[in-house]
């Protein structure tokens, strides 16, 4: 969740439970792709495991791309956002909007 699960809120969510899967904030593919430091988006504490990473995006070249670089940052599990319904999130093609584009999705999960 967007300005809700930051790594201050894992760590705080970890101490609650040591078995909760935690989820990070929706980052996006580009942010991760095209940033100049994927550590920023993608870094996180050891006690924070087990973690989700939660991509946004619909180009599913660089959702790819962004789930092999989280992958070599030790994440459990990468989420696909497909749910989010904020204008904000769905006037960037990502989130609630791909559910009417099931395809599409296909082709991101299988990429």
């Known amino acids: ?13 970890r101490h609650l439970s040591g078995r909760a899967l935690l989820y990070t ?6 942010a991760i792709v095209r940033g100049k ?7 996180f504490d050891g006690p924070q495991l ?4 939660q991509l946004g995006g619909s180009d599913p070249a660089e959702l790819a791309t962004a789930a092999r ?3 070599q940052f030790g994440y459990d599990e990468i989420n696909l956002n497909v749910g989010c319904p904020s204008d904000r999130v769905t006037s960037g093609r990502f ?16 990429a």
């Open 1 to 13: 969740m967007m300005d809700w699960t930051d790594r201050h809120c894992r760590a705080f969510h």
């Open 25 to 30: 904030e929706m980052v996006t593919a580009a």
């Open 37 to 43: 430091d994927p550590k920023r988006f993608l870094g």
């Open 50 to 53: 087990p973690l989700t990473l």
């Open 69 to 71: 670089m989280a992958e």
């Open 95 to 110: 989130g609630a909007c791909l559910m009417a584009e099931p395809t599409l999705v296909a082709d991101c999960i299988g």
